[in-house]
């Protein structure tokens, strides 16, 4: 059978950098063979027309799935049968990493104050109002500019965004009403009173009344990611405490304590659509706001699958007939820090161990997808990927060690990792949905099991670019 893998439209741009409406790859090979177009950007690949200024658009609408950790974009045309979606991501973002750092900062911060050593005043620990954490601001910066970017590739002349309510007080307790929202767990009593008599005064790791004094430990720990929260808080005796650490139940043998389900994410959700439909709604755009209950029906009653470029697609009332393409494959763009500002490394203990880390080698900067052709040695052939700098001149692609003579940059690092990959076959999944889907799509899951779709891990880059096939 004929593979009928559909690749996202080519984004593409006009002689002055205008948008114009996004092509197929084979008409974009056309126009690239034919000296009509140039490769502006690779990683996505755009292209710029080279002897058109003025061409006609269709309205495209741009919809989005904000999330905490991990953030769908979809772009759709409005035809007659509904919307069809022509290019689609997934946009993870950096929180969790951000959270980390500025953990290990503080330690090596307070560290350094209790040493007498040379040592940053202390801050105001008041946040002021309306300021977001950084691991907030990050994402909501993240999502904003993969906004203004494809309103800069394609003709966008409307906005579909998901701003959801979840209420954190009922993801405890389902039963809560009334007056109960105000009061909790701990009304009228202290945190430690509460701890002691859950526990009937005893530890909960080896179960026994010591005479000395009972302590508050975190089941999940606290640089683990562990938050301060009651469900995450237990009794423990003080030998007990100190040979936990920052280990977890697991690891000293007491799985059956466990914490409970963190709102972190929940809360950052909450937040972050507030703060980016405050955003969109200063653009000259169209904004159409829909709920996560509205999703998740136009998701059920199309026979899709969960995933956040899929719930992106079916935001709002543009979402209840969308048509998608089962082999279409998505971006997959993660979010990476471009460079270390830090003048010294520390080590264990908090003491500086070396210079901060080279920023650029022979022109190179970490992160810099380059494709580098060696011809000899442990690791001849071809590779491309991004790199990791060495003040050596020898570069780090993935497991490759390559000189720097033999690289050519292919992109330079924006602060992105790029690639393209097909949506996941499930057949339990995907025969239960069949008889929901669309026509077009029921005959597309009556595949072999050779012929569904594969995961493409491979960053996509048109394979007669001079850049990989020259010598």
Known sequence: MKDRTKFPRVLVVTQDRRPAMPCSPARARQLLASGQARILRRLPFVIALTNRVDVETQAL???????????????????????????????????????????????????RRRRKTRF??????????????????????????????????????????????????????????????????LVGVRLRDHLLHKHDRQCAYCSEKRRGRLEIDHISPVARGGTDRLNNLVIACEPCNRSKGAKSTTEIGHPHIQAGKSLRHATATNIMCVHLLRRLECLDLEVEVGNGAETHTNRGLQGYRKDHWIDAACVGRSGRKVWLELRMP??????????????????????????????????????????????????????????????????????????????????????????????????????????????????????RGAERPQTHSEMALPVSDPAISGS
């Open 61 to 111: 609408r741009l919809k989005m799935d904000p999330g905490a950790s991990e953030t769908g974009l979809v772009l759709t045309a409005a035809k007659n049968d509904g919307e069809h979606v022509i290019w689609g991501a997934n946009l993870r973002h950096r929180s969790n990493q951000i959270r980390r750092g500025l953990y290990k900062r503080r330690l090596c911060r307070n560290n």
């Open 120 to 185: 940053r005043p202390q801050r105001c620990l008041r946040q002021r109002k309306g300021k977001l954490s950084p691991s907030l601001r990050s994402a909501l910066d993240r999502t904003w500019t993969w906004v203004q970017r494809l309103r800069r590739w394609s003709p966008v002349t409307g906005v579909s965004v998901e701003v959801v309510r979840i209420d954190l007080q009922r993801m405890q307790d389902p039963d809560v009403q009334g007056c109960d929202y105000q009061r909790g767990p």
């Open 330 to 447: 998505v971006w997959h763009i993660t979010s990476f820090r471009r460079h270390l500002r830090r003048v010294h490394l520390s080590d264990a203990y908090g003491f500086p161990r070396q210079n901060g880390r080279v920023s650029q080698v022979h022109g190179f900067r970490t992160g810099d997808v380059v494709v580098a052709v060696v011809r000899r040695g442990k690791h001849r052939g071809i590779h491309l990927g991004r790199i990791a700098l060495r003040a050596s001149g020898w570069f780090q692609i993935g497991s490759a060690a390559v000189p720097w003579k033999c690289c050519r940059v292919v992109q330079r690092n924006d602060g992105y990792g790029y690639a393209l990959q097909n949506l996941p076959y499930h057949p339990k999944v995907d025969a239960r949905n069949q008889s929901t889907r669309p026509s077009h799509q029921r005959k597309l899951m009556g595949l």
